[in-house]
């Protein structure tokens, strides 16, 4: 079974930073596109950053130049490193995994990790 | 003005038909396919539909999907009260260069 397990929120200061990770496991993650993608309290879904296989990234306009994402293929590890964080940035992010076929699509999703920007 | 448009809420009794729709543009349903997805507080999302209208193996056939020009839909049948949910449209938006979601339907099965 497809599994994606995200670690690393907690509480930061407006303008600190945060690296979230997501260990996979289950299926030959070199092979998958992966994604992180968001929920603030209260909002709905809103997707952060995507990294195909062909080292591809896309950002959404509210986190480009300061979050990064990455993967390390060899410890099955996807990476978001989240600077200069805002209070709007607070929110449940989720590593979610992207089908595989040509197009965008995720069909597999983490159980995500808290982030509190507060002072 | 939200790139996708979801309305906000929806509410049914159990055994009935309900439609959420998913309003767009070229730059994204009119040229790309769309996907769906549950969310239930506190869990995962699940992908309940994906390519407009396909379902993947688990999904019940009480979820179906559709979609014309810049505009999709979910409809779901013979409602219970575990269908309560989010539910959310997810499309490649060529413009943004980046997939969009929309803003989300809260169903409530009365």
Redesign the interface.
Known sequence: DVQLVESGGGLVQPGGSLRLSCAASGFTFSRFAM?W?RQAPGK????VS?LTTGSEI????SVKGRFTISRDNAKNSLYLQMNSLRDEDTAVY?C?RD?GSP??????????TLVIVSS | QPVLTQPPSASVTPGQRVTISCSGSNSNIGN??V?W?Q?LPG?????LI??NDQR?SGVPDRFSGSKSGTSASLAISGLRSEDEA?Y?C?V?DAS?????????TKLTVL
């Open positions: 994604n993608v709905g879904l809103e997707w995507y896309f950002y959404a306009d989720y979610a089908w197009g965008w699509c995720i069909d597999n999703w983490g159980q995500g | 790309n396919y996907h997805y969310h869990t995962a999302p699940k992908l994906y390519r993947p989010d959310y997810a490649w943004l260069s980046g997939p969009v979601f929309g803003g989300g």
